[in-house]
Structures are given as structure tokens and as C-alpha cells.
């Protein structure tokens, strides 16, 4: 009888504490901060451009740049031929006034490891 009242009594504590820790966590995955959240609001290009990637159509002046310094690579991550041109897209984001943001959680929109996030144009005052 005990045996069965511990089993339930877990049963109840456990479902208790999910329920309890979903509605934690629900505020931070029904609104996203930053630059990382769905529909790009930030502008972000990939570093380093890469060989077969869409261009967007609103992109940035910031990010056209960076392709035209540092050509598209089809190299992969962790290779040798990599490296540099990662290196030198980062020089040429931070040389236009962006910010490099890097991606530890890759996504289907965001599959890069880092982006430039160009810089905030100044609202203009009519």
C-alpha cells in the first residue's frame, strides 16, 4: 500500500516541477532579444561570405562591402582555407563600423558560426 502511495506521491512532485519549470522558461521563448531572432532584425551577414548564398535583398551597404573585400569561399569550417578568410571578413566588418556577433546556437536562418551586424543608420529628421 505504502509502495504504491510513494509511486503516485512521485508521480504528482515530478509532473508538478516540469509544469512549474515550463512556465519558467515560457517568457524567454515567446520573446526573443537580440540580433539572432526570427526575421533577422538586425540585418546580419554571414562571416565569411560564403560561396552560393543568397544575397538578401535589403542588405546592408555594410555587408556588400564585405563581399566585395573578401570574395564568397565554399571552404569549410575548421579548414585551413577558412581561417583567413574568416580573419579578413572580420577586419572588414569592423573596418565599415559593424559589430561581430558570434552564433553558439545555430539555427536553419542563422547557420552561420558569426555575423556582422552592420551599424544603425541615424534616423533622419525631416
Known amino acids: 500500500m505504502f509502495s504504491g502511495l510513494k509511486r503516485i506521491s512521485k508521480l504528482i512532485m515530478v509532473t508538478a516541477i516540469s509544469v512549474w519549470l515550463g512556465i519558467l522558461t515560457l517568457p ?3 520573446s526573443c532579444q537580440g540580433c539572432l531572432c526570427p526575421g533577422d532584425p538586425c540585418g546580419l551577414c554571414p562571416l565569411p561570405p560564403m560561396e ?12 556588400a562591402k564585405i563581399r566585395e573585400r573578401v570574395p564568397p569561399t565554399s571552404a569549410q569550417p ?12 572580420t577586419m572588414a566588418c569592423v573596418k565599415e563600423g559593424g559589430d561581430v556577433i558570434r552564433n553558439k546556437q545555430r539555427s536553419e536562418e542563422f547557420p552561420s558560426r558569426f555575423y556582422c551586424k552592420p551599424p544603425r543608420k541615424p534616423n533622419k529628421v525631416e
Open 78 to 89: 575548421g579548414s585551413n582555407e577558412y581561417f583567413p578568410s574568416l580573419d579578413n571578413s
Open 28 to 30: 524567454a521563448q515567446a
Open 52 to 63: 552560393g548564398a543568397p544575397i538578401k535583398p535589403d542588405e546592408s551597404e555594410t555587408c
